[in-house]
């Protein structure tokens, strides 16, 4: 694995990012979306018309522009239309409603929104700001013509400030290194080196562009020459058909993704000649063993690496021989990253014993955008946390075992939702399940399992709890079954466990 320096050097050369590979390769393809097929020199130019109408509208050097768009190539152009500016650029779901999206523009101070008509709804509490409207599907680009660069044209790497999902409260803006703008270049550049990225390398983009990880992993391909296939909307076999027809030979996802696929008739999902691709990438959320197992088998278990990290920073990694040998561990840390596992007084815990991780990043740690008593809180000593609980294992590989808060209490008993949930995954009739803890008057909480059965399945509520009573001790078993026909989650791969209990709730008020 390469260390930054490696990407400090690709930054001092000047050779990796949008504008040169604009001067290198103009006739290479860059993007590829349901409506655009975009050369280096067309988004390049596109990025350079953007950064003219974001700065008409206000978005000045050092300042913020939201960013509202499904996933097209405008997206990237907006995005680099910003990187000219030095502009932050904060990526807003499109799933928001008003009050999400009015927080989130307000918060981040921005002074432009970049979005379309489709989303217009959702910026009614922000009035004031100005929008910059634009058509993804227009042949010519979304952005008026405009002559000349704005500013200094090598500074048009990206600067994107992510806010958390907010499980708990409203989210907050993750500024790294106060926004230092060639720092995260040399993110981009130190990561897509340790990927052996290159400009023959194709990527099939699945997830949403306003998360962190394919938007991330979208970047590093353009600041390396390469060509991301983008997809508007995911599905399972349009997936492989689009491996197949463009060669692709990497791809990042979520175990969400995982499961769509291999829920497709055998037929179906062994049609396509996937021998072109190389590497598949996952994160974002816990991959149950069972489940990993199965799909290494399905595209081949070389091609499987797994990496756990936040937007916040930190990351571990680990390869598909190192996983086989440690089954369920998200790996060892990134270079010149470290990991603790430490109690509630602080206090570093032993390998094997569970407590809440802590990493500690290799150059400066982050902030929450206007929030220093939540930024001083995940922090310890040099460390943060951003609540998710597990343990080290005697060789210094790291093991999940859920979010802090998803811990369950039970008669005075600690129970970690995911142990349970990688038991049902084993169970050949689920084909996707969520565990969460509800108010019980007796116990204080008890277990509610939602499971989505294998279709022709009999599977029932009664044997729901058989199968965990079988493999797992008696006061893990879940108290409450529900079967439904699909398990919801958001576009990230995430079950928003807080959203179901409180529709438990509703349907079940005390």
Request: net charge negative; glycine share 10%; charged share 25%.
């Amino acid at each position: 694995m390469a260390s930054t320096s490696a990407g400090r050097a690709m930054m001092d050369r000047m050779d990796a990012g949008l504008i040169a590979n604009a001067r290198i390769r103009p006739g290479h393809l860059a993007i590829r979306s349901d409506v655009d097929a975009l050369t280096y020199g067309e988004l390049d130019d596109r990025a350079r018309r953007a950064s003219h109408a974001l700065s008409r509208a206000g978005v000045t050097r050092g300042g913020t522009v939201a960013v509202m768009l499904p996933n097209t190539a405008t997206f990237f152009e907006a995005v680099h239309g910003a990187g000219r500016l030095r502009a932050v650029v904060v990526p807003v779901n499109t799933h928001f409603k008003a009050d999400e999206v009015g927080w989130i523009v307000r918060d981040s101070g921005a002074q432009a929104v970049v979005t379309t008509a489709e989303y217009l709804p959702a910026l009614g509490q922000v009035a004031d700001v100005p929008r910059l409207l634009v058509e993804a599907s227009m042949p010519d680009g979304a952005w008026p013509e405009a002559d000349g660069e704005i500013g200094d044209p090598e500074d048009g790497w990206p600067t994107l400030m992510a806010y958390t999902s907010g499980t708990t409260g409203r989210p907050k803006g993750v500024s790294i290194g106060k926004n230092d703008f060639r720092r995260q270049a040399v993110g981009v550049a130190a990561s897509g080196v340790r990927w052996n990225l290159g400009p023959d390398d194709v990527h099939l983009l699945v997830g949403p562009l306003y998360h962190s990880g394919p938007s991330f992993w979208g970047q590093m391909h353009i600041a390396f020459g390469g060509a991301v296939v983008v997809m508007e909307q995911w599905d399972a076999e349009a997936a492989l058909g689009l491996i197949e027809r463009h060669g692709v030979t990497n791809t990042h996802m979520v175990p969400a993704n995982f499961q769509r696929i291999l829920a497709l008739p055998e037929a179906v999902r062994n049609g396509y000649d996937l021998s072109s691709l190389k590497l598949v990438v996952h994160a974002a959320a816990p991959c149950p063993v069972p489940l990993k197992r199965a799909f290494m088998d399905f595209v081949g278990a070389d091609k499987v690496w797994e990496y756990y990290g936040a937007s916040e920073g930190g990351g571990t990694v680990i390869s598909p021989e190192e996983w086989l040998e440690h089954p369920g561990s998200v790996g060892k840390p990134f270079p010149g990253n470290e990991f603790a596992i430490l109690d509630d007084a602080g206090v570093q815990l032993p390998a094997g014993e569970i407590g809440t991780v802590y990493a500690k990043p290799a150059g400066s740690s982050f902030e929450y955008h206007n929030d220093p008593e939540k930024t001083a809180k995940a922090h310890h000593d040099g460390f943060f946390t951003v609540g998710d609980a597990g343990y080290l294992d005697d060789d210094g590989y790291l093991y999940l075992t859920d979010r802090k808060s998803d811990m369950v209490i039970s008669g005075g008993v600690n129970i970690y939702p995911r142990e349970i949930e990688e038991c049902l995954f084993a169970n050949p009739d689920v084909v996707d399940c969520t565990v969460l803890g509800v108010p019980d008057p007796q116990w204080g909480e008890v277990l509610y399992a939602i499971v989505q059965p294998r279709v022709g399945s009999d599977i029932d509520e009664d044997a729901v709890v058989d199968w965990v009573r079988d493999h797992l001790a008696d006061f893990k078993r879940p108290r409450i079954v529900e079967l439904i026909e699909l398990l919801p989650r958001d576009p990230n791969g995430k079950v928003r466990k807080p959203k179901l209990r409180e529709a438990y709730l509703a349907r079940h008020p005390s």
